[in-house]
């Protein structure tokens, strides 16, 4: 039981909602929340973006946080709050297991990945740089506000960032230096992350279609997510019930470009294969794939190909809910884990939204939100970050 990782808690806000129920009701019902820029002050009007329906005052009015503080903080304090409570551990006290007076093993860490950070902050003040902005800061604001944390870190590896925060908080608890830990990752639209991609050229002035002969790029959006992770044996000894099990992951790094994906998804690939050996199970055990699916036309056939790689003939269903919320870079793998937990907790596979025109370079995503056909056991979830690196996470069923 020591080795099981178990999550507990969940908590997410993204442009489809603020929380698990809201957020469930809109995958549930096929409903995007990728739409014309409200809050960002940006000249890139014609791009969508799938921004929280929040202003930082309704936020930090909901969390009792300081409105003057880091969008991707305030969105933190939500996401973080609401794992917490559905975990039962609204109080340092509530975690499970001993820790000796002197011991250097922590009750409770923060692990969230984000590379934007307080970037919308700096932007309203540059040059007058005078303030911690970085992503660090943000994470040790929200732990400090929060509180219970004995210990809070960042990880920033681009848009597998909040992926990557997930896999090291289960090394944590598997190498027994916490009880628990939260991870999951924040990001806030800038303009200097707008106006980033927007450089690249690989932004979609239409609604994302991942997948589809027609796609043209991505849409930017924001939110947070995270999930409170322990020992199975350390949720069962203080009576909480774990909603699934962290059950394999695994990260790779092909470094074949600084932005794009190699063509036969190498990368990919391997994080997909660690994941499914570390969870003991083959590529036929897989009920659901929750794509990287960003409607770049690099990475989408990158992808399809890795896809393929694993999977051969016998694909399962696959979608990426990237038209539900736009691409939110580092915490879209936290974000899309906990839609997972929700297909995994409430029997349904989330449709594909917009794609109407097969590639032959591509899969074929599903398009409509079916009831699988049998229980659901074993979700797999990828998040791909610039310079290839790309993490897959796989939650199983907690029988």
């Known amino acids: 039981m020591k080795d099981v990782i178990v999550i507990t808690g969940a908590g997410v806000v993204s442009a489809i909602g603020c929380g698990k129920a809201d957020t469930l009701a809109a995958l549930r019902e096929g409903r995007s929340g990728v739409g014309p820029v409200r809050y960002l002050a940006t000249s890139l009007k014609d791009y969508p973006v799938g921004e929280i329906a929040l202003g930082n005052a309704e936020m930090a009015a909901l969390s009792g946080a300081p409105a003057t503080w880091p969008r991707t903080t305030l969105m933190s304090i939500l996401a973080i709050r609401e794992a917490l409570k559905e975990a039962g551990l609204e109080t340092p006290d509530q975690v499970g297991g001993d820790v000796m007076p002197g011991s250097d093993r922590a009750s409770r860490v923060l692990v969230s990945g984000t590379t934007v950070g307080a970037m919308d902050l700096t932007e309203k003040i540059y040059p007058d740089y005078s303030s911690d ?178 999977f051969g003939d016998n694909l399962p269903p696959v979608s990426s809910t990237k038209p539900y919320t736009g691409h939110t870079t580092s915490a879209s793998g936290s974000i899309e884990a906990v839609f997972c937990l929700l297909a995994l907790q409430h029997g349904f596979l989330p449709a594909e939204l917009n794609w109407s025109m097969p590639d032959p370079a591509c899969i074929v995503p599903i398009t409509s939100c079916p009831a699988p056909t049998g229980h659901l056991k074993h979700i797999l979830t990828n998040a791909f970050g610039f310079g290839g690196n790309d993490s897959s996470l796989i939650l199983s069923a907690y029988e």
């Open 133 to 310: 902005h970085s992503c660090g800061a943000c994470t040790d604001l929200a732990a400090l506000f929060v509180g219970g944390f004995d210990d809070a870190t960042t990880l920033s590896t681009a848009c597998s960032s909040a992926a990557n925060a997930i896999i090291y908080g289960a090394n944590l608890l598997r190498t027994g230096q916490c009880q628990c830990v939260v991870a999951g990752g924040s990001e806030c639209l800038s303009n200097y992350h707008l106006n980033g991609f927007h450089s690249l050229m690989i932004l979609d002035q239409q609604p994302c279609r991942p997948f589809d002969a027609s796609r043209a790029g991505l849409n930017l959006g924001e939110g947070a997510a995270y999930l409170v992770l322990e020992t199975l044996e350390s949720a069962l000894q203080r009576g909480a019930k774990p909603l699934a099990i962290l059950s394999g992951f695994g990260n790779a790094c092909d470094a074949f470009h600084q932005t794009a994906s190699s063509e036969n998804g190498e990368g990919a690939y391997l994080a997909m294969t660690q994941a499914l050996k570390r969870a003991g199970l083959q590529p036929a055990d897989i009920d659901y794939v929750n794509a990287h699916g960003t409607g770049t036309p690099n990475n989408d056939a990158s992808e399809s190909t890795a896809l393929r790689r694993v």
